[in-house]
Structures are given as C-alpha cells and as structure tokens.
C-alpha cells in the first residue's frame, strides 16, 4: 500500500517536472532569431549619412578647384595692372576742340562770366 | 538759318543759338535745363541742392551735383588748387554774398582760403567742418554744355552763358576783344576782374577769388580767354590762367593785361 503510494507521488512529480520543462522550452522560442530587427527608419538615415558625406566630399573637391582658379586669375590681373602702372605716363591728348581767327562779324560775345 | 533765345538764368544772360528751320522744341529743353540745373547748382536760393549741402555739411545728391563736386575737385588737383570749389566764405568775406545785381556796399570779412574737405563717396558728399562750396563758374560752364547737348538735336549749335560758350558742329564766330575766333567744337570761357566789381570797406573787390590767400586775385591780368575741349574746361583753364597757372590742354589762350 504505501510504495503504491509512494509510486503516484513519484510519477506525479516527474509529470511536473516534465511539464515545467516543456514550459521553459517554449516559452524560449528557440526557433526564432536571436537579433531584435532594425528599425527601417534608422536604416534610411544611415543610407542618407553616407550619401551627403559623399556629396560633401564632391562640393569641397570643385570649392577648392575654383578657389585656385579664381587665385590663378587674380594674380594674373594683378600682374597685368602692375605692367600697365609701370608703363611711362601717356603723351597728353591733343584738345579737340577746333579754333581759327577769321575776320567775320560775330554772331556773339565772350565776356568775363 | 540761325534761331536765337535769350533768358536770363544762373544770374547772367544766357543766349542759345541753333542753326535749324524749327526748333521750338530743342530751345524750350535748353532753356528748361538752364532753370533745371540752377535749381541744382545755385549758392543764392535756399532750396538748391547746394545750398542743403553747405548747410548741411553733408548729403546724398543727385547725378548733377555729384559731377559737377567731382569736376571741381579733378581741376583743383590739376590746377595746383587754383581753382577751387571751396572758396564760397571767401565769396561771402570780400562782399559777394547775394546775388549781383543785389550787391550792396558794407564791411570787408577776413580772408577765407581755400582747400577745404570735399569728400565724394557714391552720391554722397562730404564737407569738413566749416567748408562750404560755390559752383559758379563751373556750373555755367556744365549747364551750358548740357544745353547744347539738347539744341544739338535740331542741328549745329552754341550756348553762351554769360561767356562761358559751349558749340556742337557748324562753324560759329565769336567775339574776343578785338578779333573774331571761329569755332566748330569745344567750349570757350573768359575769367577777368573787368566785370563783378564791388566796392567793400572802401576797397574795390571782384568776383576772382585766389585761393592761396583767400581774397580777390592780384593780379597784373584784366581778363583771360581759354578754348579748350569743352565749356567746363576753358573756365577751368582760364582761372587757372587768370591765377599765374600754367595753361593745360587749351587749343587757344588769349591773356589782356590791365
């Protein structure tokens, strides 16, 4: 009678351990992955990051090259001022007004203004 | 055919000639430039521009007087400030503080002389402290050349302001002293002390102002006439002249001694 007993209890406990068991097991999901899955947002934010750097890159790359253009032209012109200063004054301009004495009668007078 | 206008503007007699069948038009513009720029240039109404500016000591002006300031200072640096734009005190202090005709006699003023500040920035015009401008002569000289711009239209033509003489085409004879000079371009102009006389603290004073001393020139010359490339250059060269200055640029010069 009492290892009869004994028999049940021991059978019960091993049914509850079983359970418990199995429990754990599927609760766990070992069948899913283990990574959380990104945020596609985040994902779109880094690809834009990658792509502006990128760009920056470019923009910096044709400042600089028209940066040294501009120089290169503005020594030149520097230079031809400096050759243009050193040439010796022009001759002055004759006047262009046209004058002669003639013996006609005036159609006016110049006095002291 | 010659058509003639006279009127008076600027404080003289201005006559403009044309040779043209009709221009009603062209003479009424000249004319209304005349009145236009007086407005502008005159020391001897309240409200011309130049008259805000010496009282003012500082204003943003308009194309007209912005050019005429800049020709007045471009001579002063050739002429060696012979002729100057700031001798407008020096005007006040020998008598000559209203118009001509209204001169009266009174008491001499210290001599003022000349080289006052005059800064150009833009349309902005500057004076240092206690300078103020007169454009007298140069004006006349820029007014008549404006006119015979305008009278040029109609056809070949000369603009006499007082004897400051601008021409465009044609073939115009002038009177000089005693002989006749014929021009076809340029501008002729006469500075002397034979006219603008006035009598203050007893002392026979004129209109010529040496900016070096601030008083009437002295001056062994009565008068001096100048062609040059336009009307504002022979009055420059003929004070210049009159003052003892070397002439630059004149196609013709004709000094009277007193």
């Given amino acids: 009678m009492t290892r009869h007993v004994a028999g049940r209890l021991y059978a019960l406990s091993l049914a509850l351990v079983v359970f418990f068991l199995t429990w754990a097991v599927v609760a766990a999901r070992p069948w899913s992955s283990s990574a959380t899955p990104r945020d596609p947002r985040l994902d779109a934010l880094a690809r834009r990051e990658v792509k502006l750097r990128r760009r920056a890159v470019a923009v910096h790359a044709v400042v600089t090259r028209r940066w040294a253009a501009y120089h290169r032209a503005l020594a030149a012109r520097r230079a031809e001022i400096a050759a243009v200063r050193a040439l010796p004054a022009p001759a002055p301009v004759a006047p262009s007004a046209a004058v002669r004495v003639v013996t006609l009668p005036p159609l006016t007078i110049t006095r002291t203004s | ?258």
């Avoid at chain 2, 033509?157 to 006749?180: F, H, K, M, Q, S």
């Avoid at chain 2, 062609?227 to 002439?247: I, M, S, T, Y």
Wanted: hydrophobic fraction near 40%.
């Fill in chain 2, 1 to 258: 055919m010659t058509l003639r206008r006279r009127f008076l503007a600027m404080g003289t007699t201005i006559e403009l000639l044309v040779d043209a069948e009709r221009a009603d038009r062209p003479l009424a513009a000249a004319e209304g430039e005349f009145h236009r720029l007086e407005r502008v240039l005159t020391r001897f109404r309240d409200d011309s521009e130049l008259s805000r500016l010496n009282h003012d000591g500082a204003i943003d002006a308009g194309p007209d007087l912005v050019r005429v300031i800049a020709l007045a200072l471009d001579a002063r640096d050739r002429t060696d400030g012979r002729f100057d734009p700031t001798v407008h005190d020096a005007l006040l202090a020998a008598g000559y503080d209203r118009t001509f005709a209204e001169l009266t006699d009174g008491d001499l003023g210290e001599p003022r002389p000349g080289g006052g500040g005059v800064h150009l920035d833009g349309s902005r015009i500057v004076l240092d402290e206690g300078v103020r401008v007169d454009l007298g002569g140069i004006g006349k000289g820029y007014a008549a050349e404006r006119a015979a711009e305008i009278l040029a239209v109609a056809g070949p033509a000369l603009v006499n302001a007082g004897g400051d003489i601008a021409v465009r085409g044609g073939a115009w004879p002038i009177g000089v002293e005693d002989v006749t000079l014929e021009l076809s371009s340029g501008g002729l102009a006469t500075s002397g002390r034979d006219r603008r006389r006035w009598s203050r603290g007893g002392r026979e004073q004129h209109h010529l102002i040496d900016p070096r001393t601030g008083a009437p020139a002295r001056t062994e010359l009565l008068r001096v006439t100048v062609v040059a490339d336009d009307a504002v250059e022979a009055e420059v060269q003929a004070k210049n002249v009159f003052l003892g200055g070397r002439p630059e640029g004149c196609a013709y010069v004709l000094a009277v001694s007193a």
